[in-house]
């Protein structure tokens, strides 16, 4: 979570030093927080590596409601947390929060 221009320092810093850098990240899921996109473009240029293994979740019917997600396929797989009643439709935002702070800690 580095703007392009600190991460610009960093890379010519490393480079410098002979220093070896790992970026680790999704480009889709953050967005960066000053100028420009650069992890998104280092790894659109460079040969990125991507973990496609879910080991979060352990159920088979979860995975593939994240792989859902992580394709853009959003409505598909928050249905399936629908389906198992894992979701809350409410209200307002305050309802919701209210929800989440009774539930909170709860076995």
Do not use: C, N
Request: hydrophobic share 40%; charged share 30%.
């Amino acid at each position: 979570m580095v703007g392009s221009k600190q991460l610009g320092r960093v890379l010519d810093t490393a480079h410098q030093s002979g220093a070896k850098v790992v970026l680790i990240g999704d480009a889709k899921q953050l967005v960066a927080i000053e100028a420009g996109a650069g992890f998104r473009t280092i790894s659109e240029r460079v040969d990125a590596q991507e973990l496609t293994e879910i080991r979060r979740q352990h159920a088979g019917w979860s995975r593939q409601a994240s792989r859902e997600i992580a394709r853009g396929d959003v409505r598909r797989g928050l249905d399936a947390y629908q389906e198992r009643g894992h979701t809350q439709m409410l209200a307002s935002r305050d309802e919701a929060r209210g929800a989440l702070m009774s539930a909170w800690g709860r076995p």
